[in-house]
């Protein structure tokens, strides 16, 4: 049986769809088993509905709140009763698969890197989402965990990536690209210039630079940066696809032929949105560190924690954890 | 009479429509004069059709192409007669009032920066066109022309993006905003982080740190980042608006209901489609020369051609060069 950590009181509809998503997920996986991390005074009283599914959630007391407003590594160093720390602590002994949270990123990447530890080798863990391209999905590498990267920590971002979308995405042979201005390999700034002979020399399938017109066409599965410019890739589009869905409205309603056509296309719309919502596909996993982490969105609903529960099973039922060990170990061993 | 030097090869689609474009701003702009700067030989039969505006069309010979294949700085030292840098010489000498091309990058930042030098105070010149919002444009500065940026660039870049929005825009009191990955002070990138304190006690509106997601949520008149975030930004957006249309297309033909609102709700998203067309704004000015200088899109069309000019024109005419003159003497002496 899979057994994930939920952080109960991480996001902003905690703790009520936090206890939501685990009852869809253990209704939709009967090989699962789901601990709710928190004051157990609070969470208990909303499991009075769990019926069916209420022997296989465990609750473990969890009585410190990591905020939004916490120093993530003084976090995580004091608040050794918080649901951050005693997961990340349960995946190390191997008690949970993983660990899921929509609370404060800040505390997950310091609770994977502190308290889980690294894989060997891997020098800077990184936020690895799937992002809507069109076709499926690609792994945007990093979003966020690491804002100034050295050049050699692009290349193991693109193995880690790599391993994740060939082992739990079943992607054969994964594309890796990276992100740059322009298509020549001579393009863009120190740091991209200085890691482009290092990804071109990396165990993976690396496609060359990625213009930001191509982030969405897919040319990669794997699309490399540094954490702040993935961070900017991944809210921005969610920006651009709001404003732009936000212009198409306004102008269907600026007139009655207009209304017609919107309210006939509208099953097409519900359609388009399903294809773009990131509540279907989990949340971004934390790569690199020595156990399964997941961080959700912090606006998750109870359906997006459920997705981020069933993403964290399928991750740790494929071994990413192993896969990403031995890539990195053949990647320093070159 | 304002007289804009065109760069008539450059682009995809010269000379046809970088002529096509001279027409159409002519006819359009009684109070204009056009010097053709390429290869007489090339250029002249294409002016069979220009009938009433041939008198405001002057040609200079330049026999010289400089091509996205070349080097730029080298290009515009060696290649004298090319129509970069005739045409930046020609402005220098007041000969013109506006220099536009639709050719390589490279060499009109290059023949800005060495031909046409910059404003007494500017370190660093930048690109800076206007994307759409959903309730207007706002100016993103840079776009590309500094891809490695010192945190000092920054405020410069609001100082001459918040002079082109007030004096040729005509926004009365724009809103100057930092990309950042969080809308806190302390959260970015080591430059960024530098970089807001003194955007802070720069001379214009600051508004804080923009987040990906609210780039295009009219929240500024001026969003300043360094040029390698701004290319991202600037060619993330088209490609993600591209990709959103294609997903809906798909969706709308999926069915025959789909296609039927799809039908009558056509004019609807025509007038999307020219909400977001960059070809009705014009191209992306060079800021911080000493002179207009517009850089237009390399894929333009006569009407885009003729928007940039247009666009040259109304900065020619409305000062902004001795705006941002005497704005940054005010920043320096502060």
Redesign the interface.
Known sequence: MTHIYLDAMGGDNAPNCTVEGAMEALRADKDLKITLGGPVSEIEPLLQDAGDVRDRIALDDAPEIITNHDAPVMAIRQKKNSAQVRGMLMVKEKQADAFVSAGSTGATLAGGMFRLGRIDGVERPALAPLLP??KGFFCLIDC?AN??CLPQYLPQFGVMGEAYMRCVQGVEKPRVGL?N?GAEAEK???L?KAAYPLMESAPFHFVGNI???????DQADVIVC????G??????????????????KS??Y??A??K??????????R??KK??DYTEVGGAPLLGVKGVVIKAHGSSNGHAIASAIKQAALMARKGLVDAIESEIAKQLNQ
Chains 1, 2 share one sequence.
């Open positions: 391209n069109g966020g804002v100034d992100v201005i863009g700034n120190a991209v213009e930001g017109r191509d982030i969405t066409a540094d954490g702040f410019s961070n900017l890739i991944m809210k921005f589009m969610e920006g651009v696809a709001e404003t732009l869905m936000g212009i198409i102008e269907i600026a007139d032929r207009g017609i056509g919107g309210i006939i296309a509208k099953p097409a719309f359609r388009v294809r773009m």
